[in-house]
């Protein structure tokens, strides 16, 4: 198994600009969430799916959209970059949300800069 | 809302010792987890411990082992031994009950510094 694997490691773009970060597990997890990491902040929930077509919003959503068209992929666009968003960006996925306990598997991260 | 605090943004221990960091945490939910996890230079997020809020019998993983007071919101970590490879950010993690999310709140981070 790969395991959570994120895609690019490594972007810069210009103010305006948008992309996507990919993300794909291969664990046939149904939760899966995105996370950024500032510096001092910890980390800060961005949005989550507990399944195939279901995603919500969490702390930090603003700025961001998902889609979770298939259990496998979990994409993470950014409209129109900002600097505010320069940061390093976090997968995770777990078996599923629920009250049971399940590890949550973190990808490798992408590092963002918007100049 | 839940909150993660970690007071410490830096620590340092010197290679063979024993240190601990602190994370205290607020909540109204009677059953959670949280977590210690280790995030190294690389950046890859590393499950260090968990505790189970309902479990009375702090947890051990090998030189790592946690001190869980469920009525004071208190949950540090202890690293007995400490290595040069022990060096790293560690984030103390509050995992959400409510609504079946399974979402982490993570606190700041501290930065441990292993001398040699």
């Known amino acids: 198994n790969a395991g959570v694997t994120q895609t690019p490691k490594f972007q810069v773009l210009k103010t305006g600009q948008s992309m996507t970060l990919q993300c794909a597990q291969d664990m046939n997890h149904e939760y899966m969430s995105w996370y950024r990491q500032d510096p001092g902040m910890g980390l800060r929930l961005i949005h989550y799916s507990v399944g195939a077509g279901i995603t919500d919003q969490g702390e930090v959503p603003n700025g961001y959209n998902v889609s979770r068209s298939t259990t496998e992929d979990f994409p993470l666009r950014l409209l129109s970059a900002a600097p505010s968003q320069t940061s390093v960006y976090f997968c995770?996925?777990?078996?599923?949300?629920?009250?049971?306990?399940?590890?949550?598997?973190f990808g490798p991260g992408t590092r963002l800069t918007v100049l | 809302a839940q909150t993660v605090t970690q007071s410490q943004p830096e620590m340092s221990v010197q290679e063979a010792e024993t240190v601990t960091l602190s994370c205290t945490y607020d909540t109204s939910e009677s059953d959670y987890y949280l977590f210690w996890y280790k995030q190294p230079p690389s950046r890859q997020m590393i499950l260090v411990i968990r505790q189970e809020a309902y479990k009375q019998q702090n947890a051990t993983e090998n030189r790592f082992s946690v001190n869980f007071q469920k009525a004071a919101k208190s949950f540090s970590l202890k690293i007995s031994d400490s290595q040069l490879g022990d060096a790293a950010m560690y984030f103390c993690?509050?995992?959400?009950?409510?609504?079946?999310?399974?979402?982490?709140?993570f606190g700041k981070g501290t930065k441990l510094s292993v001398k040699p």
């Open positions: 995770a996925s777990s078996y599923s949300a629920g009250t049971s306990y399940n590890e949550q598997f």
């Open positions: 993690a509050y995992r959400i009950m409510e609504g079946s999310q399974g979402n982490l709140i």
